[in-house]
């Protein structure tokens, strides 16, 4: 039985090659975009923009801490750097780094975070941060931008390197299906409805909102119809759209590739409570480390793929 | 600006002590030892050496750079600053207090102009130094970057990143220099942990290393930034390992790390400025 679903794909493609495709073309488009990356050329994908731009791009070997220096201080020397590494050296591992050369004195800095999440399949807990938009999003100052697929986060890349100020921008490993626009238009802190419903909402980011829109069908099929909206900004988040959306729906579901402390769906409950309570049911992990296994069979082990948000759904309607 | 004679420049030295005793004697709270051992290299920096415009730009471009890396060395910063006329000297008052631009420690965040990069958690600055040395590079500015460490500071991990990523950039107008006093927090650096040989342990990292053994002596200090910038510009980074005393310039201050993070009362300070007579007229 196949699904009725109100975005398809033709092609499948991992984000961090948005990422990679997105920052040749911001560098294309501005001299002054330049990459730092800490011995992860080839998985951040930034080898076309060292091809071709080999005066900006700086590999600084396995040293995370220096490399937040550094860009912190190219920015402040009129460059706009992209310092690239794993999601979880880019965040834990230099905290204090981004906190106080980064975002405590206002650098426009773009910390682009790959292989973040469970996604990341094999390697393990190690490397699989489930706390970095936590930790970003309470840095005053700092921009978190989580997108959904390889359009998605190519538009975000060539976006932020427009944007001034600092960003942290999260991507990752697993091939994903690709159900966004090609050169869609990305607008920091606007989220996106991508299908209108009436019973309640999913606000989805990452590699979930693809599992939200499949969850959105199978719902559907049951007579239930979900709103889907895309939050590929954490934060500034847009509360407007959030809260104009529960509103009309009356209950809500949020969906994240990351702990339920600290993540998006924290920031939308803190909304709710605030401006209009209402029955929030949470999909992320639960207060614990990942493990090794394939990005479907983590998803599905975690809680965290279409089936459970269509549970959570169930819940959040029963609390209506 | 035109250069001041030797005994000129003294006099300043003087007052910057003078402005650090009285900044943390208002407030008591404040770093004095590492600022008074550091008043000739501020002096030497800001009055002879640096090519800077004191009518403050972010990006720097044009104008030699310095960056404090230790941050806690800030009383000492903002005296020179106001000095050499960053802002208003009468600012000094408000070192510490509540919505002031003198921070604690240095920050960009209230526009303090002179700063450009927050410092405090302490290792981060030769990074950025280094960041922003490529910056100008890139943009085939050749003026010089500076950056002042402490020798504990060196403990910090993060150091020893960027000194081999300096080198193997061939990062090469970039002068470091570090407060060499052999105090921290907790004690000597021999006690607490010992640096061994700086020296040997930065030219095997790749730098060119010069000694500035009378760290202050006023001519001695400009002799050593002197011979740095002349070595600037041939593929190496420069380390200037300054030989200081914490707490110079006051009898009881001078070689303990027990005014590292101590104020003087009024009656220490008095007797402390009682010894540093040679004043531009205090704030
Ligand atoms: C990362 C970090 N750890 C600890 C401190 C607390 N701290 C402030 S100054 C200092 C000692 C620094 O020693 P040194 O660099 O030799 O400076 P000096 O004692 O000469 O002032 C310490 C441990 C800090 N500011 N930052």
Redesign the pocket.
């Known amino acids: 039985m196949s699904l009725d679903l109100k975005f398809n794909y033709t092609e499948k493609k991992d984000t961090r090659s948005g990422f990679g495709d997105g920052f040749l073309e911001a560098g294309r488009k501005n001299p002054n975009v330049v990459g730092l990356c800490a011995d992860l050329i080839g998985s951040l994908k930034m080898g076309d923009f060292q091809k071709e731009f080999p005066d900006r791009f700086f590999q600084t070997g396995i040293a995370e801490a220096n490399m937040i220096g550094l860009a912190a201080g190219m920015a402040l020397g009129g460059k706009i750097p992209f310092a690239g590494t794993f999601a979880n050296f880019a965040t834990g591992r230099v905290y ?1 780094q981004i906190r106080q050369s980064v975002a405590y004195s206002d650098k426009n800095v773009k910390i682009c975070a790959s292989h973040a999440g469970l996604t990341l399949g094999e390697d393990g807990a190690t490397h699989q941060i489930l706390e970095d938009l936590g930790m970003m999003k309470m840095l005053p100052h700092m921009t978190v931008i989580n997108p959904c697929d390889y359009n998605q986060t190519k538009a975000a890349t060539i976006a932020i390197a427009e944007y001034e100020g600092p960003v942290y921008l999260r991507f990752g490993r697993p091939i994903w299906p690709i159900f966004t626009p090609a050169n869609q238009k990305f607008e920091i802190g606007k989220a996106w409805k991508m299908i209108d419903g009436k019973d309640l909402t999913i606000f989805a980011t990452g590699h979930l909102v693809w599992e939200a829109v499949v969850a959105e069908a199978m719902l559907r099929e049951e007579g239930i119809h979900a709103e889907v909206i895309n939050i590929h900004t954490i934060k500034p988040l847009d509360t407007e759209a959030i809260l104009e959306s529960v509103k009309k729906t009356g209950c809500a579901v949020s969906a994240e590739e990351h702990q339920l402390n600290g993540g998006l769906g924290d920031s939308i409950a803190q909304a709710f409570i605030r401006y209009n309570p209402a029955p929030l049911e949470y999909v992320g992990v639960n207060d614990s480390f990942g493990e090794s296994g394939t990005p479907t069979q983590l998803l599905e082990k975690y809680g965290l793929n279409a089936e459970n948000i269509v549970k959570a759904a169930k819940k959040a309607l029963k609390r209506k | 600006m035109k250069k001041q004679s030797l005994p000129e420049l003294q006099k300043i030295c003087s007052q910057l002590r003078r402005d650090v005793l009285r900044m943390v004697h208002a407030v008591q709270s404040g ?1 004095p ?2 600022p008074l ?1 550091c008043a000739e290299f501020f002096v030497a920096l800001y009055f002879d050496q640096l090519h800077h415009n004191p009518d403050f730009q972010m990006n720097g471009k044009g104008e030699d750079l310095f960056f404090l890396s ?4 800030s009383a000492g910063w903002y005296s020179v600053l106001a000095r050499s006329g960053y802002f208003p000297v009468a600012e000094l008052k408000t070192f510490r207090k509540l919505n002031s631009r003198l921070q604690g420690h240095p920050a960009t965040h209230e526009h303090l102009p002179g700063i450009r990069i927050a410092s ?4 981060q600055g030769l990074s950025v130094a280094i960041g922003t040395a490529q910056a100008k590079e890139i943009d085939q500015d050749n003026s010089l970057v500076y950056v002042l ?6 403990q ?1 991990g993060q150091v020893w990143e960027a000194a081999m990523y300096a080198a193997h950039f061939g990062v090469d107008n970039l002068i470091a220099t570090v ?1 060499y ?1 052999g ?4 004690g000597p ?1 021999i006690k607490v942990m010992d640096l061994k040989n700086l020296k040997a342990k930065w030219e095997a990292f790749g730098w060119e290393v010069i000694e500035t053994k009378e760290g202050n002596d006023l001519a001695s200090v400009i002799a050593g930034l002197e011979k740095a910038k002349s070595l600037t510009g041939k593929g190496k980074p420069i380390l200037n390992l300054l030989y200081t005393e ?1 707490g110079y310039g006051v009898d009881f201050m001078v070689g303990t ?1 027990k005014w ?2 101590s104020p003087p009362n009024d009656e220490q300070l008095a007797l402390a400025l009682g010894q540093l007579e040679e004043t531009l007229g205090d704030y």
Request: hydrophobic content about 25%.
């Open positions: 204090d | 770093h030892g590492a051992g230790n941050g806690h060395l405090g958690s302490l290792g460490m402490g020798d504990g500071e060196l910090e407060d006093n105090q921290q927090i907790d650096t914490m790390h590292h993070g």
